[in-house]
């Protein structure tokens, strides 16, 4: 069975940092695309970025780019969104998603002053 | 990036048929297919039915999907209460190189 957990998440000002984790289990991490999605209170679900199992390609969203870095540790089973420079907007539950669109809980980044 | 485009609420009465759309273009849903997600309310989304248009096991065979050029639909028949819920669909974008959703779809139960 496919488990995703997230961690990392919490308060954050405005222009600052923070790293989110993914731990996976449950199928072959290494050889599968990932991602990470995030839902802003109240509203839909925007993708963030993606990652092939072997890190060579990643895709950002406009809305993220040059400001997140999605990365990946094979030999951890881990799936990373680095982010900097954060804005009030980018205040959501961010969830990693696997490449069969299994979703983990999520976890909570607020950013305000 | 653009997203794809769902109707934002839809009502329905217990035991009938709702029938959800998905509208997109060729880079989306035409060429890569529309995959279904619902969502309740605190809870993150559960697929229901892939780009293929499969489901997962463990999904009831009320809840079917199919495409037809660029819109992609969800049929979920024989409504129940636990129906009532949010239904986005999502696409990958082939040239936006961009994985794309709908804004939503929530679905009431009568």
């Known amino acids: 069975e496919v488990q995703l957990v997230e961690s990392g998440g919490g308060l954050v000002q405005p222009g600052g940092s923070l790293r989110l984790s993914c731990a996976a289990s449950g199928f072959i991490f290494s050889s599968y695309w990932m991602n990470w999605v995030r839902q802003a209170p109240g509203k839909g679900l925007e993708w963030v970025a993606n990652i092939k199992g072997d890190g060579g390609v990643r895709y950002h969203a406009d809305s993220v780019k040059g400001r997140f870095t999605i990365s990946r540790d094979n030999a951890k089973n881990s799936l990373y969104l680095q982010m900097n420079s954060l804005r009030v907007e980018d205040t959501a539950v961010y969830f990693c998603?696997?490449?069969?669109?299994?979703w983990g809980q999520g976890t909570l980044l607020t950013v305000s002053s | 990036q653009a997203g794809l485009t769902q109707p934002p609420s839809v009502s329905k009465g217990l035991r009938q048929t709702a029938t959800l759309t998905c509208t997109g273009n060729?880079?989306?849903?035409?060429?890569?297919?529309a995959a279904w997600l619902q969502q309740h309310p605190g809870h993150p989304p559960k697929l229901l039915s892939n780009?293929?248009?499969n489901r997962p096991s463990g999904i009831s065979e009320r809840f079917s999907a199919s495409r037809s050029g660029n819109t992609a639909s969800l049929t979920i028949a024989e409504l129940q209460p636990e129906d009532e819920a949010d239904y986005y669909c999502?696409?990958?974008?082939?040239?936006?190189?961009?994985?794309?959703f709908g804004g939503g779809t929530k679905l009431t139960v009568l």
């Open positions: 999502s696409a990958w974008d082939s040239s936006l190189t961009a994985w794309v």
């Open positions: 060729y880079y989306n849903v035409g060429n890569q297919g």
């Open positions: 780009s293929n248009n």
């Open positions: 998603v696997s490449f069969d669109l299994n």
